[in-house]
C-alpha cells in the first residue's frame, strides 16, 4: 500500500459508482487529539484526492464522511440460531463453517445444486465476486447466484448487449466537459452522482450557451435546478418519449445517414415503428406539450455531441432493456456514439457494479462478459478453473426474485445473503420476508449487526469491509481503483472472498481455492479477461497502487494511463456482424398502471445524503440532521383532493400493504405522482417501508423489477401505525446481543 509521508492512503469511495478517489487520513494527527466517533473509536478523515483523475479532488458529504461509519455497530463474531423464534448465539467460525459444509453437502445430495443460492452485491470488490462465481457456478454447479445489481444496472446490461453486442458504458467522465447536450433521463444526478453534476454544473455555469441541459423526469429535483428544459412526462411514458424524438429526428433528417450505413443494422423496422409516433401522440401519451417535445428533438437532429446520461427511472421499469435501447437507437440515428462528448453512459448506483459485471456477476453470466449460456465461455472457465467439463450448469441461474419465488415454493434449502440488505431494497417485501421464513436456512454476510435482513436469518457472519480489506472497484467510467486494507479488520470479521476460499477448500477443492492475498485473486481473474471487452489482463493491484487508477480495456503490455476513454472510436461493434442494432420494441408502458382504487403513481428513489438502507449513513449525525426521517411528496392539487395536509401524516396504501409518512406538499411533483424514499426499514426509527408497497413485476429480458413505480392511494392517517409490532421481542433481542457485541469491540478495535 503506497503510503504519504503523513500516512495518508488513497482509496475509491465506498458508496456510489461515481467512484471518487478518496485521500484518509490516519486519526492521530501531529499536534492534534485523535479523532473518535461517537463511541469512542478512532476515525480516519476522508478527503478528496487531487491525483484521481475520475474525480479530481472532489467528493460529496457522503464520501467526506464515510470515517464516521465504519466502526460503529459493527457484527464481531459468527452468530447461530436454528429457528427464527430462538436467541442468537455466538459460534466459531470453525462451527460456522462445519455448519455450511454440512448443510451444502448434504442439500447437494438430497436436492441438487439448484437448492442453493446466493444473493450478493455491487459492494463487493472484484475479488470477493470473482471468487463467489468460482465457488457458487465452478465448484458446487449452481448458477443461483445473483446480485442487487439485478434490481439495479440489469437493463443496462441487457440495453446495451442487445443493441451494442456487449455490455460496457462506451464514454467517459471527461465527455461532461465537451457535450454540447447533456440528456439526463431518469436519473436525479445531483443527489445520486453529485460529483459529476458539479462538474456539469461548474461548466453550464461558466459557458451557459456551450452545452444544452435536458432533464426527463416526473419530478422536479435538485437536478433538473440545473435544466434548460424539464420534461416532467408520465412516469413510465420515456419510451413513447423516446420514439416520439426518433420520429422528428427522422422526419427533419437528422440522420447521421453515413454512420447508419457502415456501423448499424435494422433501420428499416424501426424506421416503421416509430412512423406512427407522431408529435400528438407523443406528447399525449408522455403528458408534455408538443413544443416541449419538438425543442428536444430538435437538439438532437442538430447531431452535436449529444450525451445522455441515465439510472434508474430507466432501468427500474418492467421495459427497463427496451427503454435503455429506445435512447441508444437514438445515438445511433445520429451517430453519437464513440466520440468525444457523446454516447449513451449509464451511470452506475453502487460502487463495484461495474465490476461485479466484469466478474460475472449476475446467474446468466460469466467472468470476463461471458455467458452461461454459451459453451466456449462454459469451457473457457473450466479448464481454467481446473474443473470436469460440464461443471458449469449450461443454463443460467435464479435471478433475484427468482431466488424469492424458489424460497416461496419451498425449493431453496440454503440462501446467502452477502453484503445486501433486501428486507428494505427488494419489492413485494411481506412476500420477501414470508418467503425467507420458509427457507431452511438463511445465511446472511454483513459488515453491521443491525440489518432488517438479519432478523430473518439463521446463520450471520460478520464482514471485515472497505478499508479493511484491500480489493479493486471499477467505478461508471471504466477506470479501477485499489482499494487498500488500511484499518484493522473489525473484531471476527473476514473479507468475504476469503470466507469464500475457504469454505471452497472445505468442500473438496483444495488447490483452486488456495489464495495468499486477495492481489493473487485478482491476478486469476484479470487473466481471465485478456481479449474480452472488458480486458484487464495488464492491471493488477501493485500496477493500480502503484500508478494510480486504470481505465480499461487495459491488454496485457498496456502502458499505464494509456488512451481508453471511448469504446467504439472505430465504428467497430463487438456483434456477429460488427454492426449495432437499432432495436424496434413497442410501448408497453407501466406494469400496474393507476386506477380508480390506486389512483396515484408511487415512485420510490434516494436523498443526498442517506445511502440506500442507512446501514452506514444512520450513523452519521450530519446525514441524519440533513434527512431526519422519509417525507411523502404530493403535488398540492392531489393533497387537497384526499384530504392530507402538510407535516401530517398520511397512509398510503397499494395492493399489498400499507406504511405511514410525514406529508410534503410539493408543486415540484407531477399530479397524479407521490414520491417516497427507499431508505428507511423497519428496524429504523422513522420506519417507513417503501417496498412493502411495490409489486415485483419486472422486465422479461434483463429480470429487472419496476422498483420505481406502483399504483396507491393516499389518506390521512389516523395515528402512528408502530411497524411490525409482533416482531419486537425479536427485534429487542438482536438489538441487546450486538450492542454487548459492539461495547467489547470497541476497546478492541482502538488503534
Ligand atoms: N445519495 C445517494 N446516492 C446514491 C445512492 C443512494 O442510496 N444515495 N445509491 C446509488 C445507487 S445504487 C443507485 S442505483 C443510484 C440511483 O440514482 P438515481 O437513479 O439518480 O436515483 P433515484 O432517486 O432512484 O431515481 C432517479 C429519478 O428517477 C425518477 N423517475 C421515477 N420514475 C420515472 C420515470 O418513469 N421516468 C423517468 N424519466 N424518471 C423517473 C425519479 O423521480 C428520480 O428523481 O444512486 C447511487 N447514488
Ligand atoms: N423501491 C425501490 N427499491 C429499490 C431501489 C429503488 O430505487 N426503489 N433501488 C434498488 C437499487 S438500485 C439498489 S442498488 C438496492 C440497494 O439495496 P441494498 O443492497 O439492500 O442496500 P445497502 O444498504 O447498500 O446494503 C448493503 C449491505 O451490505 C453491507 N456491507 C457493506 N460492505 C460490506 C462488505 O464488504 N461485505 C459484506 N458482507 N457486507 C457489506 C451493508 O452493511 C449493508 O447491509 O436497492 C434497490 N431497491
Ligand atoms: S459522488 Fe459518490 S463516489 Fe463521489 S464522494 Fe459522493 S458518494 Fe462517494
Ligand atoms: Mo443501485
Known amino acids: 500500500m503506497a503510503l504519504s509521508s503523513t500516512g495518508s492512503v488513497r482509496s475509491q469511495c465506498p458508496y456510489c459508482g461515481v467512484g471518487c478517489g478518496l485521500e484518509l487520513m490516519p ?42 461509519t465504519l466502526a460503529r455497530g459493527r457484527l464481531s463474531e459468527p452468530l447461530y440460531r436454528s429457528s427464527l423464534d430462538q436467541d442468537f448465539q455466538p459460534i466459531s467460525w470453525d462451527q460456522a463453517f462445519d455448519l455450511l459444509e454440512g448443510r451444502i453437502r448434504s442439500t447437494l445430495a438430497a436436492k441438487g445444486p439448484q437448492a442453493i443460492a446466493m444473493y450478493g452485491s455491487g459492494q463487493f470488490h472484484t475479488e470477493d465476486y470473482y471468487l463467489a462465481q468460482k465457488l457458487l457456478k465452478g465448484a458446487l454447479g449452481s448458477n443461483n447466484f445473483d446480485a442487487n445489481s439485478r434490481l439495479c444496472m440489469s437493463s443496462a446490461v441487457a440495453g446495451y448487449t442487445r443493441s ?46 456551450d452545452v444544452t441541459v435536458v432533464v426527463v423526469d416526473p419530478r422536479a429535483t435538485d ?87 441515465w439510472s434508474m427511472g430507466v432501468n427500474q421499469r418492467r421495459e427497463g432493456t427496451a427503454v435503455v435501447c429506445g435512447l441508444i437507437n437514438l445515438h445511433l440515428l445520429t451517430g453519437q456514439i464513440g466520440k468525444q462528448g457523446a454516447g449513451p453512459f449509464s451511470l452506475t448506483g453502487q460502487p463495484n457494479a461495474m465490476g461485479g459485471r466484469e466478474a460475472g456477476g449476475l446467474a446468466h453470466l460469466l467472468p470476463g462478459y461471458r455467458l452461461v449460456a454459451n459453451a466456449e465461455h462454459r469451457a473457457e472457465l473450466e479448464a481454467a478453473w481446473r474443473l470436469e467439463p460440464g461443471s458449469i450448469a449450461a443454463s443460467p441461474g435464479l435471478a433475484a426474485w427468482q431466488q424469492v419465488e424458489a424460497m416461496e415454493r419451498g425449493e431453496l434449502d440454503l440462501w446467502w445473503v452477502v453484503a445486501t440488505n433486501p428486507l428494505v431494497s427488494m419489492p413485494n417485501l411481506e412476500r420477501v420476508k414470508a418467503a425467507m421464513a420458509r427457507c431452511p436456512l438463511v445465511v446472511v454476510s454483513d459488515a453491521y449487526a443491525d440489518t432488517e435482513t438479519a432478523h430473518y436469518a439463521h446463520l450471520l457472519l460478520p464482514a471485515s469491509q472497505w478499508s479493511e480489506k484491500a480489493g479493486a472497484m471499477t467505478n461508471s467510467e471504466r477506470r479501477v481503483t485499489y482499494c487498500p486494507a488500511y484499518r484493522p479488520r473489525h473484531g471476527q470479521s473476514r473479507p468475504d472472498w476469503e470466507v469464500f476460499a475457504e469454505l471452497g477448500r472445505r468442500l473438496g477443492y483444495e488447490q483452486q481455492f488456495t489464495y495468499n492475498s486477495s492481489a493473487e485473486v485478482y491476478a486469476e481473474f484479470a487473466a481471465l479477461t485478456a481479449g474480452r471487452v472488458c480486458d484487464v489482463s495488464g ?54 398502471p393507476p386506477c380508480a382504487v390506486y389512483p396515484l403513481v408511487l415512485t420510490v428513489g434516494r436523498y443526498l445524503g442517506q445511502w440506500h438502507t442507512m446501514t452506514r449513513t444512520a450513523k452519521v449525525d450530519r446525514l441524519q440532521t440533513m434527512h431526519p426521517e422519509p417525507l411523502l411528496e404530493i403535488h398540492p392539487n392531489d393533497a387537497k383532493r384526499f384530504g392530507v395536509v402538510d407535516g401530517e401524516l398520511a397512509a398510503v396504501s397499494s395492493r399489498r400493504g400499507s406504511v405511514t409518512a410525514k406529508v410534503l406538499v410539493s408543486d415540484r411533483i407531477r399530479p397524479g405522482s407521490v414520491f417516497l424514499p427507499m431508505h428507511w426499514g423497519f428496524s429504523q426509527d422513522q420506519a417507513c417501508e417503501a417496498n412493502v408497497l411495490m409489486h415485483d413485476q419486472a422486465c422479461p429480458i434483463s429480470k429487472q423489477p419496476e422498483l420505481k413505480a406502483t399504483a396507491v392511494v393516499v389518506a390521512p392517517a389516523v395515528s402512528v401505525v408502530k411497524p411490525l409490532e409482533q416482531s419486537e421481542g425479536r427485534l429487542q433481542r438482536l438489538r441487546r446481543l450486538f450492542l454487548q457485541a459492539s461495547t467489547s469491540e470497541k476497546a478492541a478495535s482502538r488503534l
Open 27 to 68: 486519526p492521530a494527527q501531529p499536534g492534534q487529539a485523535v479523532k473518535r466517533d461517537a463511541e469512542g473509536n478512532p476515525v480516519w478523515t476522508a478527503r478528496g484526492d487531487r491525483q484521481h483523475p475520475s474525480s479530481q479532488g472532489q467528493v460529496c458529504i457522503k464520501g467526506a464522511t464515510v470515517g464516521d
Open 164 to 209: 451494442l453486442g456487449s455490455d460496457g458504458p462506451p464514454c467517459c467522465y471527461e465527455d461532461l466537459d465537451h457535450c454540447s447536450v447533456a440528456f439526463l433521463i431518469g436519473t436525479n444526478t445531483a443527489e445520486c452522482h453529485p460529483v459529476l453534476f458539479q462538474r456539469l454544473l461548474k461548466r453550464k455555469k461558466r459557458t451557459p450557451k
Open 223 to 309: 437536478t433538473t435546478k440545473a435544466a434548460d428544459l424539464h420534461l416532467a412526462i408520465k412516469p413510465g411514458s420515456d419510451l413513447a418519449l423516446l420514439h416520439g424524438i426518433a420520429h422528428l429526428v427522422i422526419a427533419a433528417g437528422g440522420l447521421d445517414a453515413d454512420f447508419i450505413e457502415e456501423a448499424t443494422e435494422g433501420l428499416a423496422d424501426f424506421a416503421q415503428l416509430v412512423a406512427s409516433a407522431t408529435p400528438e401522440r407523443t406528447a399525449e401519451l408522455c403528458g408534455i406539450s408538443e413544443q416541449q417535445l419538438r425543442d428536444v428533438a430538435a437538439l438532437w437532429a442538430r447531431n452535436d455531441r449529444i450525451l445522455s446520461l
Open 539 to 592: 492491471l493488477s493491484h501493485a500496477l493500480l497502487d502503484q500508478e494510480g487508477p486504470q481505465q480499461w480495456p487495459f491488454p496485457q503490455g498496456s502502458i499505464a494511463s494509456s488512451d481508453s476513454k471511448r469504446l467504439y472510436a472505430n465504428g467497430c461493434f463487438p456483434t456477429p456482424s460488427g454492426r449495432a442494432r437499432f432495436v424496434a420494441d413497442p410501448v408497453l408502458g407501466l406494469a400496474e
